[in-house]
């Protein structure tokens, strides 16, 4: 990331699309797309218009409407207060700097039960914080990803001790055959860095991935309680803002 994009990350109320984290388990929406600026833009104005409506109808029918409609008129309040604060800084970021995002909503009134409201459909900015900063560190006991850092390692280009491919030409040409070592076309050389490669990397999530045992319940459910004890918390935080008791 830029400097550019590093200080919209830190400074707007956005949740940048990370790249892939090697991780076996799932990742929630951690890699989907918001979208390009134009369609960011369109859901912005769609949430705006939605706004007026909800509050509209809210502020002259309330003492009229039953309390499930007033209840739902309020979760439409948040979701379209919610979506406008994001998606508009968001359609400015993805169209000047470049910087994929993660979506804010997707349908939440489309969920089949409340673990897909919650998880995957409401609020996916705050859940992916949630999920990558508490959930992954008590469950991976690590602020990074273990197999982040083994790929990292493993990345690292090793130093040859001898002019790359000199013992490539050794095991393909007799030494009887009477063909100059150094005459052998460039080509060869690097084709078979590239096979030796490709086999190296097919070979690493084996070495990785399924040596790695699977967390322990008793670290998912810390994990779990955590998030849901910080997200209390920190809308108790909100609660107190807007009412000052």
Same mark, same amino acid.
């Given at each position: @990331? %830029?400097?550019?994009?590093?200080?919209?990350?830190?400074?707007?109320?956005? *949740?940048?699309?990370?790249? %892939?984290?090697?991780?076996?388990?799932?990742?929630?929406?951690?890699?989907?797309?918001?979208?390009?600026?134009?369609?960011?833009?369109?859901?912005?104005?769609?949430?705006?218009?939605?706004?007026?409506?909800?509050?509209?109808?809210?502020?002259?029918?309330?003492?009229? #409407?039953?309390?499930?409609?007033?209840?739902?008129?309020?979760? *439409?309040?948040?979701?379209?207060?919610?979506?406008?604060?994001? =998606?508009?800084?968001?359609?400015?970021?993805?169209?000047?700097?470049?910087?994929?995002?993660?979506?804010? *909503? =997707?349908?939440?009134? #489309?969920?089949?039960?409340?673990?897909?409201?919650?998880?995957?459909?409401?609020?996916?900015?705050?859940?992916?914080?949630?999920?990558?900063?508490?959930?992954?560190?008590?469950?991976?006991?690590?602020?990074?990803?273990?197999? $982040?850092?083994?790929?990292?390692?493993?990345?690292?280009?090793?130093?040859?001790?001898?002019?790359?491919?000199?013992?490539?030409?050794?095991?393909?040409?007799?030494?009887?055959?009477?063909? $100059?070592?150094?005459?052998?076309?460039?080509?060869?050389?690097?084709?078979?860095?590239?096979?030796?490669?490709?086999?190296?990397?097919?070979? #690493?999530?084996?070495?990785?991935?399924?040596?790695?045992?699977?967390?322990?319940?008793? $670290?998912?459910?810390?994990?779990?309680?955590?998030?849901?004890?910080?997200?209390?918390?920190?809308?108790?935080? @909100?609660?107190?803002?807007?009412?000052?008791?």
């Amino acid at each position: @990331m %830029s400097v550019a994009q590093i200080t919209a990350a830190l400074a707007l109320p956005l *949740f940048p699309k990370p790249p %892939s984290r090697n991780k076996s388990g799932p990742e929630g929406r951690l890699q989907d797309s918001a979208g390009e600026g134009p369609a960011l833009v369109g859901r912005w104005l769609a949430k705006t218009a939605l706004l007026v409506v909800v509050v509209l109808s809210y502020t002259e029918y309330r003492e009229v #409407m039953p309390v499930v409609l007033n209840h739902y008129l309020l979760a *439409f309040t948040i979701y379209s207060m919610s979506g406008i604060i994001m =998606d508009g800084p968001a359609a400015i970021v993805v169209e000047l700097l470049g910087l994929p995002v993660l979506p804010t *909503f =997707d349908q939440p009134w #489309m969920s089949a039960s409340l673990g897909e409201f919650w998880a995957r459909r409401w609020n996916i900015p705050t859940t992916s914080v949630l999920r990558t900063v508490l959930y992954d560190t008590c469950v991976e006991g690590s602020l990074v990803n273990p197999n $982040r850092l083994q790929s990292s390692a493993a990345e690292k280009p090793a130093t040859p001790s001898s002019p790359p491919g000199n013992e490539e030409q050794k095991q393909h040409v007799a030494p009887d055959s009477g063909i $100059r070592k150094d005459t052998l076309p460039v080509t060869a050389t690097a084709a078979t860095a590239t096979v030796t490669a490709a086999v190296t990397a097919a070979a #690493m999530p084996s070495q990785t991935g399924p040596t790695r045992q699977a967390p322990s319940i008793l $670290r998912r459910q810390l994990g779990l309680h955590v998030v849901f004890f910080v997200s209390g918390a920190v809308h108790e935080y @909100m609660a107190w803002l807007l009412t000052g008791s």
